[in-house]
């Protein structure tokens, strides 16, 4: 344009001022040219910083692929984690303590959850809660504030809890399919056959459904499947409900007493270990810390990963309590103090007996998901050591699946989850006590891994000072748990002691 401007000037003007034109022209080319040069250096700057923010686009500050979770897909884990079949052992457990101290002891763990999953948020990132270093899991969260000797006890607790929380998954799914079973066979015969029906065909099937699922390859792909199970727990929650409240309704009264089983139709002591069991069974009602830094892990910032999580807690435990406080009320209400420890068995001859059958699928396939989501940490931890160890073994390739994109096989991820479903399975299959394999667990999982750790955690990272009044709340806190987990834990092996008496392995009917 300049040059064209100059051009028409220099036709117009006199000889002198083409002199001039002349000079002004070879002045404005140079300095294009210099404009030129400098354009091309402010294009590269230009470059780099589009492609450094495609780079934040696509990854988060650690370098992982950007993280995609909200309040509502971390609400479905939660959900998916805690609505797990710990609700269908609240009537049971109410029936064991009554209508006073029941509703209490719900109150006091749903308090104490909440409490302590505020506390275990703070510990996904050490020091600034923004952009300080993310820790990614349980174990990583206690090994970089607490350190010592804390990381292997840690380890040997969280681990070990979910795998028995796989085990009693499995013992779970197998009773509900039982009772589809049996349930349809009742209806069929008339009433006139027995319609016994042994559990192992039912656990075979779950742990072979299981392992197609368990090749998921992380957490972070499971979120479609904790949503699927997220509905299906609302399913059977609100259909044990229905059914609760239409058999009183159908009777008019309100079952069950302000003390629970009386002593006299049990004896003393199985009164004493039905409370601490049914301690243990609301205890494993509430149990997801576990695994709650794994699901803070998957979620998007900003806002802050924390500030996200304490939402999603809120809310989860607040939808969650009121469920497990409806489900275990009107269940007890309906039944008394002869409540099933598996609130839905017990509907399990009533009509519409299709209506049971809908809310026992609905349990069986919300446990698919619920297994993955205690499961997939453990994966993590044993693929991530043997990946230190042996470098080669997380080695993928890709097998094209017609219609949707290939999938990374990792034989090693084939052959040790494989090898993991089978063991469940195989322990599930010997131990088949659904009640007391839950108390176990809540007992053993509550106090260390939901206040003990995310206590001392917090202490250490917010430095509260020793003998300050908040210091010994949060220390009374933690007692007070601990009591009520040994307690619970008592109760529980009590209970599987009794059982083991009239056992015989691989042989049970129901």
């Given at each position: 344009?300049?040059?064209?401007?100059?051009?028409r000037?220099?036709?117009?003007?006199?000889?002198?001022?083409?002199q001039?034109?002349?000079?002004?022209?070879?002045?404005?080319i140079?300095?294009?040219?210099?404009?030129?040069n400098?354009?091309f250096?402010?294009?590269?700057h230009?470059?780099?910083?589009?492609?450094?923010?495609?780079?934040?686009?696509?990854?988060?500050?650690?370098?992982?692929?950007k993280?995609?979770?909200?309040?509502w897909?971390?609400?479905?884990?939660?959900i998916?984690?805690?609505?797990?079949?710990?609700?269908?052992?609240l009537?049971?457990a109410?029936?064991?303590?009554?209508?006073?101290?029941?509703?209490?002891?719900?109150?006091f763990?749903s308090v104490?959850?909440?409490?302590t999953?505020a506390?275990?948020?703070?510990?996904?990132?050490?020091?600034?809660?923004?952009?300080g270093?993310?820790?990614?899991?349980?174990?990583d969260?206690?090994?970089?504030?607490l350190g010592?000797?804390?990381d292997?006890?840690?380890?040997?607790v969280?681990?070990?809890?979910?795998y028995?929380?796989?085990?009693?998954?499995?013992?779970?799914?197998?009773?509900?399919m039982?009772?589809?079973?049996?349930s349809?066979?009742?209806?069929s015969t008339?009433g006139k056959?027995?319609?016994?029906?042994?559990?192992?065909?039912?656990?075979?099937?779950?742990?072979?459904i299981?392992?197609?699922?368990?090749?998921?390859?992380?957490?972070?792909?499971?979120?479609?499947?904790?949503i699927?199970a997220?509905?299906?727990s609302?399913?059977?929650?609100?259909?044990?409900?229905?059914l609760g409240?239409?058999?009183?309704?159908?009777t008019?009264t309100?079952?069950?007493?302000?003390?629970?089983?009386?002593?006299?139709?049990?004896?003393?002591?199985?009164?004493?270990w039905?409370?601490?069991?049914?301690?243990?069974?609301?205890a494993?009602?509430?149990?997801y810390?576990?695994?709650?830094?794994?699901?803070?892990?998957?979620i998007?910032?900003p806002?802050s990963?924390?500030?996200t999580m304490k939402k999603?807690?809120?809310?989860?435990i607040?939808?969650?309590t009121?469920?497990?406080?409806?489900?275990?009320f009107m269940?007890?209400a309906?039944f008394g103090?002869?409540?099933?420890?598996?609130?839905?068995?017990?509907f399990?001859?009533?009509d519409?007996?299709?209506?049971v059958?809908?809310a026992?699928?609905?349990?069986?396939?919300h446990l698919?998901?619920?297994?993955q989501v205690?499961a997939?940490?453990?994966?993590?931890?044993?693929e991530?050591?043997?990946?230190?160890?042996?470098?080669k073994?997380?080695r993928?390739?890709?097998?094209?699946i017609?219609?949707?994109?290939?999938?990374?096989?990792?034989p090693?991820?084939?052959?040790?989850?494989?090898?993991?479903?089978?063991?469940?399975?195989?322990?599930?299959?010997?131990?088949?006590f659904?009640?007391?394999?839950?108390g176990?667990?809540g007992?053993?999982?509550?106090?260390?891994?939901s206040v003990?750790?995310p206590?001392?955690m917090s202490?250490?990272?917010?430095?509260?000072?020793?003998?300050?009044?908040?210091w010994i709340?949060?220390q009374?806190?933690?007692?007070?748990c601990?009591?009520?987990?040994?307690?619970?834990?008592?109760?529980?092996?009590?209970?599987?002691?009794?059982?083991?008496?009239?056992?015989?392995?691989?042989?049970?009917?129901y």
């Amino acid at each position: 344009m300049c040059v064209q401007i100059l051009t028409r000037k220099f036709l117009a003007h006199s000889s002198h001022q083409e002199q001039e034109q002349t000079l002004s022209l070879r002045s404005t080319i140079k300095t294009n040219h210099s404009h030129h040069n400098q354009g091309f250096a402010m294009e590269a700057h230009s470059i780099d910083a589009v492609s450094s923010q495609t780079h934040s686009k696509l990854y988060d500050d650690d370098g992982h692929v950007k993280r995609t979770g909200t309040v509502w897909t971390t609400s479905s884990h939660i959900i998916t984690a805690v609505v797990g079949s710990g609700v269908l052992s609240l009537a049971w457990a109410m029936a064991q303590m009554g209508w006073v101290v029941g509703p209490a002891v719900m109150i006091f763990f749903s308090v104490v959850t909440l409490y302590t999953s505020a506390l275990l948020a703070d510990c996904y990132r050490s020091g600034d809660p923004v952009s300080g270093k993310r820790n990614y899991t349980f174990m990583d969260a206690v090994q970089t504030i607490l350190g010592g000797h804390y990381d292997t006890f840690c380890a040997v607790v969280q681990y070990s809890n979910l795998y028995g929380t796989a085990v009693g998954y499995t013992i779970a799914a197998s009773i509900s399919m039982m009772a589809i079973k049996r349930s349809n066979c009742f209806h069929s015969t008339g009433g006139k056959d027995k319609c016994l029906v042994s559990s192992n065909p039912f656990m075979i099937s779950f742990g072979i459904i299981e392992i197609v699922f368990s090749q998921i390859p992380d957490f972070h792909k499971t979120w479609w499947l904790s949503i699927i199970a997220a509905i299906m727990s609302f399913a059977y929650s609100i259909i044990g409900l229905a059914l609760g409240i239409a058999k009183v309704a159908e009777t008019g009264t309100f079952k069950g007493s302000l003390t629970g089983i009386r002593i006299g139709a049990v004896s003393e002591a199985n009164k004493v270990w039905g409370v601490l069991q049914g301690l243990g069974d609301i205890a494993f009602a509430y149990s997801y810390s576990q695994i709650l830094i794994e699901i803070q892990d998957t979620i998007k910032s900003p806002p802050s990963e924390a500030k996200t999580m304490k939402k999603a807690a809120k809310i989860s435990i607040g939808v969650t309590t009121t469920f497990y406080m409806l489900c275990g009320f009107m269940g007890y209400a309906a039944f008394g103090d002869d409540a099933p420890g598996n609130l839905l068995t017990g509907f399990g001859f009533y009509d519409p007996y299709w209506l049971v059958d809908i809310a026992n699928a609905a349990i069986v396939i919300h446990l698919v998901g619920a297994y993955q989501v205690y499961a997939q940490p453990l994966f993590a931890f044993v693929e991530k050591w043997a990946s230190k160890r042996w470098p080669k073994v997380d080695r993928e390739y890709k097998v094209p699946i017609p219609g949707f994109a290939s999938y990374n096989l990792s034989p090693f991820r084939l052959v040790w989850r494989t090898g993991f479903v089978i063991i469940t399975t195989i322990v599930a299959m010997l131990l088949p006590f659904f009640n007391d394999i839950l108390g176990l667990l809540g007992a053993l999982g509550f106090w260390p891994l939901s206040v003990f750790f995310p206590v001392e955690m917090s202490i250490k990272q917010k430095k509260i000072p020793k003998w300050s009044q908040r210091w010994i709340a949060m220390q009374i806190l933690s007692f007070v748990c601990l009591v009520v987990s040994v307690a619970a834990a008592i109760g529980s092996v009590a209970s599987i002691v009794v059982d083991l008496r009239k056992y015989k392995p691989f042989h049970v009917d129901y």
